[in-house]
């Protein structure tokens, strides 16, 4: 039997009723807060009735503006206005999934009926199968997520320009730019399963940058790039699009003239933005699907000691405004803060529902991922690291991807700046900075107090003692 959406009348699960109170109606959206709860419940009916053992939905909406300034006319002005459905089947352990961005009642029949049909030509898979109960979220803190911005289209040309002319302004070496581009985005989800679970939260995301390019106007014709943006849930948290220019003007300026280095092995200093991505590797290293297929360079690693001592890493997915704040995952597991890394030991793995049964173990609520990650850091600014490195390398942008995440091999091309003397002597490009991730960790000398919280992972900058650096 097939159950057609205008036939259900959707009853609310009396298991959890956690839309945030931030999700108030505002008319922001293409629909209502209820009428998605509304489809949501009526997927998981359809889907019971079409002989599903067991379902889980997710049905979302997001608005968002975007504006692009160069050159102090306007490049581009984009909008969009998206929703969709995914739905998941399982008929015993066998899983079907299937999704539409058509919210009319056939096209969602028919996505339900396709999700059945997957699952009945699908293998049984024991690791299949919704989140136990006792594991899913009852209640839903308000973690302070959605922020609309009332950016009107000329309001948001203002600020791009206002970003590029201050950019421009640093440097008469500042010839060009990429552009500037403000965008204010807007989401709401709901998620809800067989087990009677229903909840979901609106959330924003908004952000200014500025891109530009320097000609050192020595003939040479060797040009430079570089950037800088601002990123928060609240308009109000942006760094103003002024100094996000002249961020992205200092940061180019100082790039020009830039120099090649001869092949040697020195410390290496990863400047905050780019030393988030050692983080996302270990993460990547310890996350459930790397490890059940065998596939990471830190098989087996937990209780075991990878970092440095000093190094310690906290997931708090509950920060106020943060980017990588949830109050569950995307299985509807609640989300908890804990140790990860304790003092260069691993605490703990990153674990959805099937990742976590694929392994024998138990889920950590990180089905979709990590949440804002907080690394531990010393009293050091940038200028201190500087003066604790003597005579290293700077790193302020890594290119390619180079990183082996069965070996844990690192090598990418970077550019940045050579310290001297515990001070910036010169720019330098096209170089190569090689190790293995294993002893880059081991070998983390100090992390500083430069924490860059733009992202959800919070980290300074970071120096590791030695690595190779090949040049010309």
Sequence with gaps: MTASLHSITPTRPNFVSTISPRGADSGRFPLPTAEIERIAEAVLAAAKAGG????????????????????????????NRDKGIGVSVLIGQRR????????????????????????????????AGLADPDRLART???LDLYHPWDLSVDEAIALGREAEAAALAVDPRLTNTDGSTVARNESEFVYANTHGFLGGYRSSRH???????????DGTGAMQRDYWFAAARAPDDLEAAAAVGRIA????????????????????????????DLIGFFVGAVSGGSLYRRSSFLLDSLGKSVFAPHVSIREEPHLPRGRGSAPFDNDGVATLPRDVVKEGVVAGYFLGTYSARKLGMVTTGNAGGSHNLVVSHSDDDLPALFRR???????????????NPVTGDFSRGAAGFWIEGGEIAYPVEEITIAGNLKEM????????ADVDR???????????????????
Excluded: W
């Design 389 to 403: 490195m003597g005579r290293g390398l700077l790193v302020t942008e890594q290119l390619g991807q180079g990183v």
């Design 96 to 127: 079907g999934h299937a999704s539409t961005a058509d919210f009319a009642p056939d096209a969602v029949n028919a996505t339900v009926a396709k999700a059945l049909s997957i699952a009945r030509y699908t293998a049984e898979d024991p690791a």
């Design 249 to 276: 003007g200092e940061r180019t300026a100082r790039r020009l003239h830039a120099r090649k280095l001869a092949t040697l092995e020195c410390p290496v200093l990863f400047e905050a933005p780019e030393a988030a």
């Design 140 to 142: 839903i803190p308000d």
């Design 441 to 448: 960790y081991r070998d983390i000398v100090a992390i500083g």
């Design 454 to 472: 733009r992202s959800s992972r919070h980290t300074g900058s970071i120096l590791v003692g030695r690595m190779t650096v090949a040049g010309q």
């Design 207 to 217: 952000h200014i940058d500025c891109s530009v390019i320097g000609d050192p106007g």
């Design 52 to 79: 599903a053992s067991a379902a889980e939905t997710e049905v979302s909406q997001a608005v968002g503006q975007s504006v692009t300034v160069r050159r102090g006319e306007v490049e581009t002005i984009a909008y």
